[in-house]
Nanobody, 118 residues
Framework: QVQLVESGGGLVQPGGSLRLSCAAF????????MTWYRQAPGKERELVASITTIGATTNYADSVKGRFTISRDNAKNTVYLQMNSLKPEDTAVYYC???????????WGQGTQVTVSS
Protein backbone atom coordinates (compact mmCIF):
# COMPACT_ATOMS: atom_id res chain seq x y z
CA GLN A 1 0.00 0.00 0.00
CA VAL A 2 1.37 3.38 -1.03
CA GLN A 3 1.88 5.78 1.87
CA LEU A 4 3.71 9.01 2.54
CA VAL A 5 3.97 9.78 6.25
CA GLU A 6 5.10 13.25 7.28
CA SER A 7 6.43 14.11 10.72
CA GLY A 8 8.36 16.82 12.51
CA GLY A 9 5.86 19.65 12.46
CA GLY A 10 4.99 21.71 15.51
CA LEU A 11 5.05 25.11 17.15
CA VAL A 12 8.25 27.12 16.96
CA GLN A 13 9.21 30.71 17.72
CA PRO A 14 10.25 33.09 14.95
CA GLY A 15 13.88 32.51 14.08
CA GLY A 16 13.72 28.90 15.16
CA SER A 17 14.22 25.68 13.21
CA LEU A 18 12.31 22.52 12.41
CA ARG A 19 13.13 19.44 10.39
CA LEU A 20 10.31 17.74 8.55
CA SER A 21 10.55 14.13 7.44
CA CYS A 22 8.47 12.20 4.93
CA ALA A 23 8.77 8.43 4.94
CA ALA A 24 7.63 6.57 1.84
CA PHE A 25 6.11 3.10 1.67
CA UNK A 26 4.82 0.88 -1.10
CA UNK A 27 6.64 2.23 -4.15
CA UNK A 28 10.16 2.52 -5.56
CA UNK A 29 11.17 5.72 -3.82
CA UNK A 30 14.37 6.26 -5.83
CA UNK A 31 12.42 6.69 -9.07
CA UNK A 32 10.26 9.52 -7.77
CA UNK A 33 10.83 13.26 -7.69
CA MET A 34 9.99 14.43 -4.18
CA THR A 35 8.44 17.79 -3.42
CA TRP A 36 7.34 19.65 -0.32
CA TYR A 37 4.28 21.87 -0.67
CA ARG A 38 2.53 24.02 1.89
CA GLN A 39 -0.91 25.52 2.30
CA ALA A 40 -1.72 28.37 4.64
CA PRO A 41 -5.29 29.12 5.73
CA GLY A 42 -7.20 30.83 2.93
CA LYS A 43 -4.36 30.42 0.46
CA GLU A 44 -3.60 28.05 -2.40
CA ARG A 45 -1.16 25.22 -2.02
CA GLU A 46 2.32 26.30 -3.11
CA LEU A 47 5.56 24.52 -3.95
CA VAL A 48 8.23 24.93 -1.29
CA ALA A 49 11.09 22.73 -2.50
CA SER A 50 11.70 19.77 -4.78
CA ILE A 51 14.52 17.28 -5.30
CA THR A 52 15.21 14.93 -8.19
CA THR A 53 15.53 11.18 -7.91
CA ILE A 54 19.16 10.96 -6.82
CA GLY A 55 19.27 14.42 -5.31
CA ALA A 56 21.32 15.95 -8.09
CA THR A 57 19.00 18.92 -8.52
CA THR A 58 16.97 20.93 -6.04
CA ASN A 59 14.52 23.75 -6.53
CA TYR A 60 13.15 26.25 -4.02
CA ALA A 61 10.46 28.86 -3.82
CA ASP A 62 11.97 32.33 -3.66
CA SER A 63 10.39 32.86 -0.25
CA VAL A 64 12.43 30.05 1.34
CA LYS A 65 15.74 30.22 -0.57
CA GLY A 66 18.68 30.39 1.80
CA ARG A 67 16.55 29.27 4.77
CA PHE A 68 15.20 25.84 3.80
CA THR A 69 17.11 22.79 2.57
CA ILE A 70 15.56 19.72 0.97
CA SER A 71 17.42 16.41 1.00
CA ARG A 72 16.69 12.73 0.56
CA ASP A 73 18.04 9.39 1.70
CA ASN A 74 17.07 6.74 -0.85
CA ALA A 75 18.36 3.98 1.44
CA LYS A 76 15.81 5.06 4.05
CA ASN A 77 13.03 5.99 1.59
CA THR A 78 12.81 9.37 3.26
CA VAL A 79 12.86 13.00 2.19
CA TYR A 80 13.63 15.84 4.58
CA LEU A 81 13.01 19.55 4.80
CA GLN A 82 15.34 21.45 7.10
CA MET A 83 13.73 24.79 7.91
CA ASN A 84 15.83 27.51 9.54
CA SER A 85 15.16 31.16 10.39
CA LEU A 86 11.45 30.46 10.43
CA LYS A 87 9.03 33.33 10.02
CA PRO A 88 5.34 33.66 10.95
CA GLU A 89 4.52 33.59 7.24
CA ASP A 90 5.93 30.06 7.06
CA THR A 91 2.94 28.90 9.11
CA ALA A 92 1.07 26.32 7.06
CA VAL A 93 0.28 22.66 6.64
CA TYR A 94 3.25 21.08 4.87
CA TYR A 95 2.62 18.23 2.45
CA CYS A 96 4.96 15.71 0.92
CA UNK A 97 4.43 14.74 -2.72
CA UNK A 98 5.95 11.96 -4.82
CA UNK A 99 5.82 12.05 -8.63
CA UNK A 100 7.30 9.36 -10.84
CA UNK A 101 10.13 10.72 -12.98
CA UNK A 102 8.61 9.34 -16.20
CA UNK A 103 5.08 8.05 -15.72
CA UNK A 104 3.50 10.79 -13.65
CA UNK A 105 2.17 8.60 -10.82
CA UNK A 106 1.43 11.08 -8.07
CA UNK A 107 1.06 10.52 -4.30
CA TRP A 108 0.41 12.84 -1.37
CA GLY A 109 0.96 12.65 2.35
CA GLN A 110 -1.58 13.70 4.93
CA GLY A 111 0.27 16.86 5.92
CA THR A 112 1.95 18.15 9.04
CA GLN A 113 1.19 21.47 10.71
CA VAL A 114 3.96 24.03 11.16
CA THR A 115 3.14 27.07 13.29
CA VAL A 116 5.62 29.90 13.74
CA SER A 117 4.54 32.18 16.56
CA SER A 118 5.85 33.86 19.66
Amino acid sequence: QVQLVESGGGLVQPGGSLRLSCAAFGFTFSTYVMTWYRQAPGKERELVASITTIGATTNYADSVKGRFTISRDNAKNTVYLQMNSLKPEDTAVYYCNARHQWFGDNYWGQGTQVTVSS
